[in-house]
């Protein structure tokens, strides 16, 4: 029992964040439409505008705002737009207010506020935005062209123009279907990957912007590499419309608009029938199976894309009636190359054969150096996992299984260059951590290769790449879901980055929805993808389980799959504020869920249709699918009926509270057997308990039996599927029981995260699509998945500690954040940061002293490289928790419970576990102890994956050291959590504060 608690508060001042001497600083990191300079190309009149603020003081409030856009860079006035001084504490997503904005046009703008006590800041350092097309008429006399029919691959298109006066700006606006790459005078313009995004083309076609003023001169040359992409016939056909897609797979729509010196502007070059095509060196380019690349013909076109190339003999391009869909401006980061990895080993399995590791699986490909005689063929085949049983046998090769009909290969074959080649593929990417290279002349080594991991270049959210706790299986867990689901943002949210597949399946994103949006800034990624689920909306409300609709799922959509819908647009209003997006989609999303009402039969929920429901479940047998198809239609109107409360539609409101309140009634009638529901399964209870369905006659017993499923009288376990998992820990965390969240978080033994990564027989270094990948398949079994990944939302906000506060943050005027201090006994200390919309948030919190709990994969995973190499467990009481003064428990093999209520399984125990920890670490203040059957022997030959949990006591009584860290503007309400109980200590806004508490 907490007896008494000391608390001492001091200001200090927040590292890395600007702090001015006297009053406002001048507002940072200003963002258009959510991108940041220089992405800011709009096909949007009214933009929005949001920005961050900084002051010297603790507790300054936003007051008001002055924003000026005009189209002179100095800035001496707002010509476009000057709001004036707003009277305001919102300074995010801003909408536009002033003069009309014109089409492909440059403009600026800066910002200033003024704080609760009269303070005006500096204004802000100028930002740049440029307009795109707002009007489809402006494409009207642009043709879309291709390749003549004699050309059946991947063209080179090209033509040569000139500028006769001089140009003050020049834009390329162009969609190159399915890929591209442009040139100007043999330069590549832009360094984006996989271009344009991915879109349904009949509705829609992304096109890209480039500033190309510094590359065009008098006389020029402009190219075109066409990739195939999504546009392959043969595998992304029609679905349940036709036609989804035009006869030509590989077209271009392009405009160069040049603004001259003299105030002109004009189309210098457009897609016409005056450009001409040659076959490319690109000699098959597949999503799926790879591309093959002939350097010889790269070198008999060698300078195809510069002024004065013999294209004679080349044929002349051919206008065609293109893609019917809406032209429309890529509104989000563009796929990059984010990271270049180096191979940590290489070896051959058989003569002239090499295989290489990457140490990490990802998306991408692969860079190659060579120097071979002209006509040698190198070929790069990809894959996550060796060769082993029950595959095969464990000899050093590659396990291909899991692509299914994905051949996964890039083939190179050589010009002869004296100097060497640098080879790459152009329109492809590969989920992988191996390489089979065969044919390479000579002895490859890892100066030759290197993968090019690249994704949607959204920015991480703070320290998500590396978060830091005292649990190594949580944090081994967090990294895993970071790596996978960057794998997996391809402008879309694609299901899996390495088979036949790679789609935009809906139940996958919207599960992971939320722990993307604290891992990643995913705001103008997910406008994009709403915008996508929108064009795929038929007039009845209906969506299908994969958008784009393409290949796979059907129409409507399982309820599980399309809840992605409005459950995205909840989570950028949860987590980023957005409101605007929920106005703009409110009646889309009115329309889906009376759609998803029409489906209920008149048996009622109990047949409500469903596809899939609770995907993969661990163990035994699966939930009801109507059962799952009810409760995400229930979360989708509690959802629905929030937004429309802020937005004070009282009307549905109304309506929207009466629908709930009979769809808990109907669902109790449907799945309740007198004392669980449907079969009785974890997910069975975790979903209507999570929503607070069942009656409270009924709940306590229920959440007994809920919890005696997981660990009754043996380690903790998860039985469930995807959508059970995500709320069983949601909701184990809402009732208190975070400890017993943990348990499951960290388990190591079958089935749980941990065993992904801390087996050793394909330790992961994602997160795998079944919880028993290393044994099952080969079909659908993919090991670099997400949909597994809605944890990692569990564990930066509940475990962690930082969370939005109130169910949803819009309308405080500020965020408003729940900060969490040791939530658990299971964890001692914790490092988060995250980036709300109006600033950063940072907790790092440290509980010495008292009782402390520690436990440790046994540590045998070579093959998982990017796992700490721990040596042991470490046992620290913390500098001010005296030192070990008791061996509460300790046992090496499967001993299973929670810091302060553990035991141990009887077929895999050490004998004298207490003994051994208590000769080594009595009367230290830490002290580290081994974990694997080196030092302990091995108490189960049989068990895959055995672990090591010590709780001891400390000489000093509980202190909890914490350091807390607001922006302006944002607002956390902290707590300490002690033994269950839980302490509001104070409201934060702006700066930095340091808490020390003692316990006894």
């Known amino acids: 029992m907490c007896r008494k608690m000391l608390t001492r508060f001091f200001l200090c001042l927040l590292a890395g ?138 063209p080179y298109l090209r033509r040569e123009f000139n500028v006769s006066e001089k140009i003050k700006k020049a834009t390329a606006f162009v969609a190159g279907l399915g890929y591209f790459q442009l040139f100007l005078n043999g330069q590549r313009i832009g360094d984006d990957v996989l271009t344009p995004g991915w879109t349904r083309y009949d509705e829609r076609v992304l096109y890209m912007t480039y500033d190309v003023t510094k590359h065009v ?40 608009l040049v603004e001259t010196e003299g105030g002109g502007r004009m189309v210098v070059v457009k897609s016409d029938d005056q450009w001409k095509a040659a076959l490319s060196a690109v000699v098959s380019d597949s999503v799926y199976n790879g591309e093959t690349w002939n350097a010889e013909v790269a070198a008999k076109n060698k300078g195809w894309n510069v002024l004065g190339f013999n294209d004679i003999h ?31 080993d290489i070896w051959q399995p058989k003569p002239g054969v090499f295989v290489v590791d990457f140490g990490q699986n990802l998306a991408g490909f692969c860079r190659l150096k060579v120097k071979g005689i002209a006509g040698t063929k190198v070929t790069l085949r990809h894959a996550e996992v ?62 030759d290769i290197q993968m090019l991991h690249f994704h949607t270049n959204v920015s991480s959210n703070s320290n998500a790449n590396s978060p830091t706790s005292s649990s190594l299986v949580v944090d081994a867990i967090q990294a895993n879901v970071v790596r996978g689901q960057r794998s997996n943002l391809m402008s879309v949210p694609t299901d899996c980055p390495q088979r036949d597949e790679r789609l ?86 009115k329309l889906y869920l009376d759609n998803l009402h029409s489906q209920i039969p008149k048996q009622g929920l109990s047949h409500m249709p469903g596809s899939y429901g609770d995907w993969v479940p661990a163990k035994g047998a699966k939930v009801s699918s109507s059962l799952t198809s009810s409760f995400s239609y229930m979360l989708n109107v509690q959802q629905f009926r929030a937004i429309a409360e802020i937005l004070a539609n009282e009307d549905d409101v109304t309506s929207l509270t009466h629908l709930i309140d009979s769809l808990k009634q109907q669902f109790h009638q449907s799945f309740w057997k007198g004392d669980h529901y449907d079969n009785g399964c974890q997910t069975s209870a975790a979903l209507p308990l999570y929503l607070k369905i069942t009656p409270e006659a009924e709940r306590r017993n229920l959440t007994l039996r809920l919890l ?44 749980s995260w941990g065993r992904m990564i801390f087996n050793n027989v394909e330790p992961a270094t994602a997160i795998w699509e079944l919880w028993n990948s290393d044994s099952s398949g080969p079909g659908m079994n993919s090991r670099n998945h997400h949909m597994f990944s809605s944890v990692s939302g569990w564990i930066r906000t509940e475990l962690l500690g930082i969370k939005p506060s109130n169910g949803y943050m819009f309308g405080y005027g500020s965020e408003v954040v729940d900060l969490y201090i040791a939530r658990t006994l299971g964890l001692s200390r914790a490092n988060v940061r995250y980036d709300v919309p109006q600033g950063l948030v940072t907790l790092t919190w440290q509980r010495s002293g008292g009782v402390q709990c520690a436990k440790v994969p046994e540590n045998k995973s070579p093959l998982n490289l990017n796992l700490p190499q721990h040596t042991g467990l470490l046992l620290d009481c913390g500098a001010d928790g005296g030192v070990i003064s008791k061996i509460d428990f300790a046992d090496f093999g499967l001993p299973f419970g929670y810091c302060g209520s553990f035991g141990v399984e009887d077929k895999c125990t050490s004998a004298n576990a207490t003994d051994i920890v208590s000769k080594l670490c009595l009367g230290k203040q830490n002290c580290t102890v081994m974990s694997g059957v080196d030092f302990w022997g091995d108490p189960c030959p049989g068990m895959e994956q055995k672990h090591l949990f010590v709780q001891v006591s400390c000489s000093k009584a509980i202190s909890i050291s914490a350091e807390v860290s607001v922006s302006v503007g944002v607002t956390a309400n902290v707590y300490l959590y002690l033994y269950g109980l839980r302490a509001e200590l104070f409201a934060l806004s702006c700066c930095t504060i340091m808490i020390n508490c003692v316990i006894w």
Not at 223 to 233: P, Q, S, Y
Not at 323 to 339: D, F, R
Request: proline share 7%; hydrophobic share 40%; glycine share 8%.
């Open 504 to 589: 935009g399946w809906m139940g996958d994103s919207g599960l992971s929805s939320d722990s993307m949006a604290v891992n990643f800034d995913m705001h103008a990624f997910y406008l994009n993808f709403l915008r996508n689920i929108v064009d795929e909306q038929n007039a009845d409300g209906s969506i299908p389980d994969v958008v784009p609709f393409y290949r796979y799922g059907g129409r409507p959509a399982d309820p599980s799959w399309s809840a992605a819908f409005p459950q995205i647009v909840w989570v950028l209003f949860h987590y980023y504020g957005d409101l605007l997006t929920a106005i703009k989609y409110y009646s889309n999303i």
């Open 17 to 154: 964040n600007a702090v001015y001497a006297d009053g406002p600083g001048p507002p940072i990191k200003l963002k258009c439409n959510h991108l940041a300079s220089p992405l800011m190309v709009l096909d949007d009149p009214r933009p929005t505008f949001s920005w961050r603020l900084t002051h010297s003081e603790r507790s300054a409030v936003p007051a008001a705002y002055q924003i000026l856009v005009s189209i002179y860079s100095d800035m001496h006035i707002g010509d476009m737009w000057d709001s004036g001084m707003v009277t305001s504490r919102i300074f995010y997503n801003i909408e536009y207010n002033g003069e009309q904005l014109q089409e492909a046009s440059q403009y600026f703008w800066k910002v200033r506020w003024r704080d609760d006590s009269g303070r005006v800041s500096a204004f802000s350092e100028v930002a740049r935005f440029d307009t795109a097309f707002f009007s489809q008429d402006a494409w009207k006399d642009v043709s879309w062209i291709t390749a003549p029919p004699s050309i059946p691959a991947t």
């Open 708 to 751: 005696n499923d997981i660990a009754s009288d043996g380690p903790a376990l998860i039985t469930t599927g995807i959508i059970g998992v995500k709320f069983l820990m949601l909701w184990l965390s809402d009732i208190g029981r975070t400890d017993i969240a943990l348990q499951l978080a960290e388990q190591v033994v079958y089935p």
């Open 217 to 256: 001169t008098v006389e020029n040359a402009i190219g075109v590499l066409l990739g195939l992409g999504w546009r392959d016939t043969k595998l992304f056909g029609s679905h349940d419309k036709v036609p989804q897609q035009d006869m030509h797979e590989r077209v271009l729509r392009l405009q160069l």
């Open 386 to 447: 060796l060769m082993h049983p029950p595959y095969g046998p464990r000899n050093g090769s590659l396990y291909f299984g899991n692509l299914r009909s994905a051949m996964a290969t890039d083939i190179f074959t050589l010009s002869g260059d004296e100097e060497g080649e640098e080879l790459q593929p152009h329109f492809t990417y590969h989920g992988y951590r191996y390489v089979e290279v065969s044919g390479f002349p000579g002895m490859l080594t890892s100066a």
């Open 314 to 344: 080349w044929m002349h391009a051919i206008p065609v009636p293109g893609p019917t869909g809406n032209m429309s401006a890529q509104m989000m980061p563009a796929v990059k190359v984010t990271e270049i990895i180096d191979p940590v």
